[in-house]
């Protein structure tokens, strides 16, 4: 036994299975080109810079030489830290941004 929308007919049920099924091309075309593309982020105004990819694959880490402080090398560390964790987030935001322009909004489960 079928569910029936009521008031809705084969055609407009076709129409909206098109308009996901283009939805999900457009989603997984925007989520592989996101994969791609390089994402940076800075801490401690710029002495320690790291660029990850969009599948969070860290790609490189530079350290400006007056950020090497031996005797403070706690505060190196909480630099590359802070850096990635800021890049991590800028790829969230921007893989939710993205796709919320092409979802309208939906909050879709499972789909990214």
């Known amino acids: 036994m079928k569910a029936r929308i009521p008031g809705a007919n084969n055609q407009s049920q076709a129409q909206m299975l098109k308009q996901v099924q283009?939805?999900?091309?457009?989603?997984?075309?925007?989520?592989?080109?996101?994969?791609?593309r390089d994402f940076t982020a800075t801490a401690g105004n710029g002495l320690v810079e790291v660029t990850m990819n969009g599948r969070h694959e860290l790609k490189k880490i530079t350290i400006d030489p007056e950020a090497v402080d031996p005797d403070d090398i706690e505060m190196l560390?909480?630099?590359i830290t802070i850096a990635i964790n800021e890049v991590v987030k800028n790829i969230a935001e921007t893989q939710e941004t993205e796709m919320g322009a092409i979802t309208g909004g939906l909050n879709i489960p499972g789909l990214f």
């Open 22 to 36: 283009k939805m999900q091309e457009d989603m997984q075309n925007l989520q592989a080109e996101i994969e791609e």
């Open 77 to 79: 560390e909480d630099f």
